[in-house]
C-alpha cells in the first residue's frame, strides 16, 4: 500500500532541478500513504516524471523501492497495492532477472513479457500503478477491478497530472482547481462524488477494472479508458453460466474460494490482523484468518456507549469463541467528535458517509498494533447483505398494483405523523419486534410509496436528498451507471439489478473510500478478501433464493459461517457502522454546525439554496426529524470548502455544453 504520482508533458525544456522539485512536492503531498520510503524518477528530455512512497509489506528490503525499473530497461513503474498472486506469476519467468521478492518486480516482468492488456488480467489484487513505457513513449495508468486502490487524472495544460489522491495532483504548480459544480447534485444525492467525476472541473477518477494509455505526442488529446475487466460483463457470463450443483457443494466451493482469498491476502512481512464488528462479514474472514492461520488472528473492535450503535458486546462474543487476540476501544462522544476537523484533509474531496468517523478510528486503533488489516468489505454486495435486498422487491411488488395516486395519499397519510410520533407509538409493541430509529423508518418508507418504477424506487433508496437540483442547481446532468438502460434490461430480477449497480456504485465511489482514506490517514493497510474476482463471479452463477431466503439475506454465506460459528451467535438484526451523529449535531456539535449552515455563508457561496437547509436545521433541532444524512452532506462540503477557500475562489462556470468527462 502505498502513494503514487507523476505527470508528462509535451514542452521539453524544463530544467531537471525544477522537474525534480514538483515531483517530489507531489509525491511528499502523499507521505501518509507511505511513510516508509520515498522515491522519484524523472526524464526531463519528454518530460515525464514519476513519484512513489512507500508502506513497506512485502520485501521490506531496498530491492522493493520504487520507482522500479525493470530489469531491460524499457518499463518504469510506480504501483500502490499488493498482487496477491505474484509468487505464482514469478514461476512463469524463469529467465527475468530478478533482484529482489516484490511483487511490484513481478509484475513488470509479467508487462515485459506478456504486454500490457494480458498482464494486467492476470493480476489478483487491488492495484492503481503508472507504468511509463520508455520504448513506446507511452504512459499506462490502470486501476483494478473494484477500484479498491484510488488513481485521479487531470490535464492542466499541455501537462497530464496523476495521483493517489487529489492532494498529490493539486500540489502541481500548473494545476488550478476550480470547483465543478456540475458535479454538486451528484454529491447532494449520493453522499460522494461518483465516479468518473471529481470535484475539480477537468479532473477525473480513473474507473475500476480499466487502463488509460497516454502517448506523448498526442497529448493533450485523452483517449477513452479501456476496460480489462467489466463487473457488469462478468456478471452476465456468469448468469449464462449457472452453478450446477446443490446447495451443500456451493457451500464447500464457497469456502474454498473465500479460503483461498483469505489466505493469499494473509502475506505479509510486517504485522497482520483484521476489523471484527460481530457480523456476518468480519466474523467469515476472521474464522478463515483462524483456521489457515500459524498463530492467533488480531482482531480491532470499537465500542460506544449508546445502545442501539454499540457491536462491541458482538464483536468480543465472536472474538471469545474463535479464540482471537481482540482488542476494543470504547469511544466517547468526545474522542468520535476529535475527528471531524480532519475529515475534509483525509477524504481530500467532499465526502459524506458519517461511518467515516468510526472507520478513522478503528482504523487508529489497529494502526497501534498491525500495518495490515483485513476487513468484510464487499460481502454485502455480493452475497446480498443490504438490507434493501430483503424488503425492497416485496414493497415493489406490493406498491405496483396501486394506482400511483394512492399510493401517494397513503405516504402523506404515513408522514402526516412526525418520526418522533411514530417512535412513540412503537413503544407500543413486543420489545421483540424493536427496531432502531422507527420513526425514520417509516419517513422512508413513506418516501418510496408512490415510485413510479423499480429505477425510481432504487434511487430514491441510495439518495440523501432526493431532489437535488433544488438544493444545488447545476446546467448539465451528468450521467451515472443507474441511468444506464442496461442495468435495468428486462429478465434480471429487481435483487440482481440492486447488487450490480451497488458494485459498481455504491462500493467504489463510498465503501471503499471511507477505508481507503481512513487507513492510509494513518498509514494502514486494508485488504478485502470478498472482492477477489472469482468469488463476484462465483457469486452470480447462483441463484437469487441462495442469497435472498426467506426474508434472510446472505443465505448461502449464512451456511458456511455456521459450520465456524454457532447459528445463534449470528441471529440479530443487520446494523450498519454509525454513530448517533442525529443526536450530536443536537447538542455538543450545534454550534460547529451552525456556523457552516449559517444563511447568510451558503448564500454568499452560492453553492447552495439555503431556504431548504435551514427549513431543515429547524426541524432536526426542534426534534420533529432527523435530517442528518441530509445536513451531514451540507456539513461536509462546507467544512472541506473551509479548509480550501482559496481554491474556492478560482471557481469555475458551471458547463453548458455536455460534459466532458471520459
Known sequence: MCGIVGFIGTEPGESSDSIRDTVSRMTNALRHRGPDDSGVWFDATVPVALGHRRLSIIDLSDQGHQPMVSASGRYVLVFNGEIYNYRELRTEFPNYSFRGASDSEVMLAAFQNYGISLAVKRFRGMFAFALWDRAERTLHLARDRFGEKPLYYAMAGRTLLFGSELKAVTAHPAFSPAIDRSVMPLFLRYGYVPQPYAIYHGTHKLEP?????????RLPDLPTPVAFWSARDAAARAMHQPFRGTPEEAEDYLEKLLGDAVQAQMVADVPLGAFLSGGIDSTMIVALMQKYGTRKARTFTLGFSEKWYDEAVHARAVARRLGTDHT??????????????SLSSIYDEPFADSSQVPTCLVSQLARQHVTVALTGDGGDEIFGGYNRYV????????????????RSAAAILVTAISPVGWDRLSLLLPKRLAVRAPGDKMHKLAGILDAASRQDLYQRLVSQWPDPGKVAPATVDLPVEIDDPLNWKAGNSFLRQMMLLDSIGYLPGDILVKVDRAAMAVGLETRAPYLDHRLFEFAWSLPDEWKVRNGESKW????VLHRHVPKEMMERP???????MHVWMRGPLRDWAENLLDERRLRQEGFFDPTPIRRKWAQHLAGSHNWYPQLWAILMFESWLETRRDAAESTAAPRIAASTHS
Open 574 to 580: 443487520k446494523a450498519g457502522f454509525g454513530i448517533p
Open 209 to 217: 477494472g480499466t487502463c488509460l494509455s497516454i502517448t506523448w505526442n
Open 328 to 341: 476494543e476501544m470504547y469511544v466517547t462522544p468526545a474522542e468520535a467528535m476529535a475527528v471531524i476537523p
Open 556 to 559: 448461502l454465506l449464512r451456511q
Open 391 to 406: 424488503w425492497s422487491g416485496k414493497i415493489w411488488d406490493w406498491i405496483g398494483h396501486y394506482p400511483q395516486f394512492m
